[in-house]
């Protein structure tokens, strides 16, 4: 058995949530335990039936394992989690990411004396696409959508400095654990997407700041745990989205994207009684967008209420709208 629990004084925790991961899992782990600087690992499985509960058995130290009687997603694993983190950060790293063995000293070492930051984001580069970026972090486009920044970049052409990012990628990450909890921690009602987005909101909102560290890198098998053509990834992927509007975006912003999303549904089913060409994708299926409103209404009380004062206007997401390299950090 690997050892990888580090030992009692370490400053980083390093959280890998997995759900049916035995494929790719090993290779995760093994990453980890090639890093130049000591850590705490902790496993969350989401109650894999695929051989993953055997291989954790094999790699990693029983009291680093939480194993979830059921699948809570990526958010709920996160939010089980963050309770056994008892150091000054808490790393995220995807199951199906390899990082660089440095990864972790090089997002420790952009933290150190970073005061007005709270999560260090690091470049997450295609496994299938070695030369091709996956993201430096998350952001928002000019219509209120999550995007991957810098993705589909060259690796080459990122700049290797530290840089301010609207947000952090979930997928490997270094959050100052404090922070994360006098936000709210993640919320494990999203299950899967956006959640690390809402979240870098929240930050944002209590004053943080978030950086990208291009020097940190991992090597990422995209959507290797998803379908995004399935109704598993719409659903969760737009209702998700309509949610952190509504806890974070301004209220004029939140309900004029609900009421789109209202009157897109109405059109496409008036299109479909009127026999209209209408394309089979899941976005464009009325049952699915009916199902997903529902599910908004239900959850928009409680997600209101813990609305907080934005500072984000439609400038400050003009700013953070790019496919190309982050703003230098001031």
């Known amino acids: 058995m690997t050892a990888l629990s580090g030992a009692p004084g370490l400053q980083v925790t390093v959280v890998v949530i997995t759900y049916r991961g035995v494929d790719w899992l090993a ?24 051989g993953t509960a ?29 309770p056994h983190v008892r150091t000054r950060y808490c790393a995220l790293l995807n199951d199906d990411a390899v990082a660089d063995p440095d990864w972790l000293a090089q997002l420790l070492a952009a933290a150190a004396g970073d005061d007005g930051a709270a999560a ?19 952001g928002l486009d000019e219509r209120w959508y999550g995007i991957d920044v810098c993705a589909g ?32 921690g993640f919320p494990a009602e999203f299950f899967l997407y956006y959640e690390d987005l809402d979240t870098s909101w929240r ?19 995209h959507a290797a745990t998803s379908n995004r053509r399935s109704e598993l990834f719409h659903f969760h992927n737009e209702r998700n989205r309509l ?26 089913a008036a299109g479909r009684l009127l026999g209209r060409s209408i394309p089979d994708e899941q976005n464009f299926r ?21 609305r907080r004062g934005t500072r984000v206007t439609r400038r400050a997401v003009a700013r953070f709208a790019t496919v190309g390299p982050p703003r230098p950090v001031p």
Do not use: K, Y
């Open 153 to 184: 970049a060259a690796v080459e052409r990122i700049d290797p400095g530290i840089t301010d990012v609207f947000g952090f990628c979930g997928g490997a990450a270094l959050l100052r654990t404090a922070a994360i909890r006098a936000v709210g």
């Open 243 to 268: 949610l952190t509007l509504l806890r974070c975006a301004p209220a004029s912003i939140a309900s004029a994207q609900l009421l789109r999303f209202a009157l897109t549904t109405g059109s496409l």
């Open 203 to 221: 930050l944002r909102l209590a004053g943080w700041s978030i950086r990208a560290v291009p020097v940190a890198r991992v090597v990422h098998r």
């Open 54 to 82: 055997a291989l954790l058995a094999q790699m990693v130290s029983p009291e680093c394992v939480i194993r979830l009687p059921a699948n809570t997603g990526f958010a709920g694993g996160v939010a089980a989690a963050l």
């Open 27 to 50: 290779d995760c782990l093994a990453g980890l335990a090639a890093q130049s600087v000591s850590h705490r690992l902790l496993v969350v499985d989401n109650a894999s039936t695929d």
């Open 120 to 138: 260090w984001t690091s470049l997450m580069v295609l496994a299938d696409r070695p030369g091709t970026v996956n993201n430096l972090g998350a």
């Open 286 to 306: 009325v049952r699915l967008r009916l199902r997903i409103l529902v599910a908004v209404l239900r959850l928009a009380p409680q997600t209101v209420l813990r």
